[in-house]
């Protein structure tokens, strides 16, 4: 668990990168447009390309760090052991979730590249975008499914155990 925890990071910091350069390049943009009345062909489609992978990106480091969205209303008076159960039955569909994006998102990349897709401007060929989503969509169903199996803060060297917070 714990080198799926380092691949998380560096799928985050990856996906922080490509943040910042669709950050610097839309700025690009958006002065030369109003400065010098030029603008970069198809920022538009970089940043629609760029901001789904960097999603896919963070997807690992979200789920190992428990950073997803739990709604807890109706299970907040179960006991701990129960609310441990359901906390990595949770972590299983998500693996499930995640094995069945990464499933779907390789073989759309296939017709992607058998059909020589491209964005309409730049011609960038669109297959290299589901192909940089697919590790981190696998990364996170292993993540999941090793939450559901050792627990939900295996690994994670960051985790406070809640056991030291009450001594």
Same mark, same amino acid.
């Given at each position: 668990m714990k080198t799926f925890h380092t691949l998380a990071k560096l799928f985050a910091i990856l996906a922080g990168l490509l943040m910042t350069f669709i950050t610097l390049m839309t700025c690009w943009s958006v002065i030369g447009r109003n400065l010098f009345d030029t603008s970069l062909i198809g920022d538009f489609e970089l940043t629609g390309l760029a901001t789904g992978a960097a999603i896919a990106l963070f997807m &690992?480091?979200?789920?190992?760090?428990? *950073? $997803?969205?739990i709604v807890d209303f109706f299970t907040s008076k179960v006991s701990e052991k129960n609310q441990a *159960?359901?906390?990595?039955? *949770?972590?299983?569909?998500?693996?499930?979730?995640?094995?069945?994006?990464?499933?779907?998102?390789?073989?759309?990349?296939? $017709?992607?590249? $058998?059909?020589?897709?491209?964005?309409?401007?730049?011609?960038? &060929?669109?297959?290299?975008?589901?192909?940089?989503?697919? &590790? &981190?969509?696998?990364?996170?169903?292993?993540?999941?499914?090793?939450?559901?199996?050792?627990?939900? %803060?295996?690994?994670?060297? %960051?985790?406070? %155990?809640?056991?030291?917070?009450?001594?």
């Open positions: &690992p480091y979200c789920q190992a760090k428990r *950073g $997803n969205i *159960g359901l906390d990595r039955f *949770g972590a299983l569909l998500l693996a499930l979730l995640f094995a069945l994006l990464a499933w779907r998102t390789t073989l759309g990349g296939l $017709n992607s590249f $058998n059909t020589q897709s491209e964005s309409q401007i730049l011609g960038f &060929p669109v297959w290299t975008v589901y192909a940089s989503m697919v &590790p &981190p969509f696998v990364l996170t169903a292993l993540i999941g499914l090793g939450q559901m199996i050792f627990g939900l %803060d295996a690994g994670d060297t %960051d985790a406070v %155990d809640v056991g030291e917070m009450h001594s």
